[in-house]
């Protein structure tokens, strides 16, 4: 059973001690390192049991899962192990949605996932059959077949990473043997502190997800900041369920992170409130597909968290987004492509 161990806390005090022409370099370089380290080590461990033929990687959303794999995919490679990954999203299949009290559309539960043709591609794969495996458009938001030169055939000692917030579930990782099966859970665990705390695992994940939602969504900060009761409603269902079942946990919170998502964030949110002042700031995207008809769930809500948000972010340092490395976790959430 994984534990959140080694929670990472820092202060708004070092994180400005941090900003001289001579420190900042390597302070941003040994946050990388120490995750890279950890993952690694991680990897390493869950590669040592030559038994393993499935890896499942599973986190809440914008704890970096997809750069967790591609190390891990990484290593497969350097170490001569023939692999495959499987993503969850493709198996997209919504067929009646559910609704929180203010008409929020649930797509974090693992029922938007078409769980019985992952359970039986997975094990195909590993009986050593050739599977082709669906492909979701989010763009036309349907599913389609993948070419026959991209089926997956991993033969009888290849490994399969399976990465997908739902990956832990049982309805997933439980249809193969438990002794094939290695399990990972990721997710930031650490704070920022000032007079008092402020920001933990939980704001460092909606800082990145306000941040990639504007960039790779369409979304407006207040779409992300209105629907993210739903996801925190939607992670309290299985966060803990999923951490238990895990082998190991990753912390993926980087200690210099929020000198540049704080202010990305910050840019965000002041559009949205600049557009709630000048009625331009249209209906949340997530909303879309609500009973309700309403433009936002609750709009006095989303801007008073706003408001609040606000007036912490202000009190962060600012970095140049370009100090980030071209490999670090944080690509996917601020990447422009």
Not at 31 to 42: C, H, L, Q, T
Not at 74 to 101: C, M, N, P, R
Not at 279 to 297: C, D, H, L, Q, R
Request: with cysteine; aromatic share 8%.
């Amino acid at each position: 059973m994984a534990q959140l161990t080694n929670k990472i806390e820092i202060s708004l005090e070092e994180l400005e001690e941090s900003l001289g022409v001579s420190k900042l370099p390597s302070f941003v370089n040994s946050s990388e390192m120490e995750f890279f380290e950890g993952a690694k080590k991680v990897a390493s461990e869950a590669l040592s049991n030559n038994n393993k033929r499935v890896i499942f990687i599973s986190g809440p959303t914008s704890s970096g899962k997809t750069t967790f794999t591609s190390i891990l995919s990484k290593q497969l490679v350097e170490s001569g192990i023939k692999a495959a990954y499987l993503s969850l999203d493709d198996y997209y299949a919504v067929k009646e949605l559910t609704f929180d009290s203010e008409g929020r559309p649930d797509y974090e539960t693992k029922d938007t996932l078409n769980l019985d043709q992952v359970a039986i591609d997975i094990n195909l794969i590993l009986k050593g059959q050739s599977v082709i495996t669906p492909r979701f458009n989010f763009q036309t938001r349907m599913s389609e077949m993948r070419d026959l030169s991209e089926a997956i055939c991993l033969g009888n000692d290849g490994i399969l990473i399976v990465e997908g917030l739902h990956g832990i579930a049982n309805e997933i990782s439980g249809t193969v043997p438990s002794e094939l099966c290695t399990k990972i859970f990721i997710a930031p665990y650490g704070d920022v502190f000032a007079d008092n705390r402020v920001f933990d695992g939980d704001e460092i994940r909606l800082l990145r997800r306000i941040v990639r939602d504007s960039r790779h969504r369409n979304a407006k900060a207040l779409s992300t900041v209105d629907y993210w009761p739903m996801i925190e409603k939607s992670e309290e269902a299985y966060y803990n369920d999923y951490l238990k079942r895990a082998d190991y946990h990753i912390n993926s919170f980087l200690k210099y992170e929020v000198l540049v998502t704080a202010p990305l964030a910050l840019h965000e949110i002041n559009l949205s409130l600049q557009m709630v002042d000048n009625g331009t700031i249209g209906s949340n995207v997530f909303m879309e597909k609500s009973y309700t008809k309403k433009p936002f769930a609750n709009l006095s809500a989303a801007l008073n968290r706003c408001q609040k948000l606000k007036v912490k972010l202000e009190r962060i340092p600012v970095i140049d987004p370009s100090r980030v490395p071209a490999n670090s976790i944080l690509n996917e959430f601020i990447g422009i492509n």
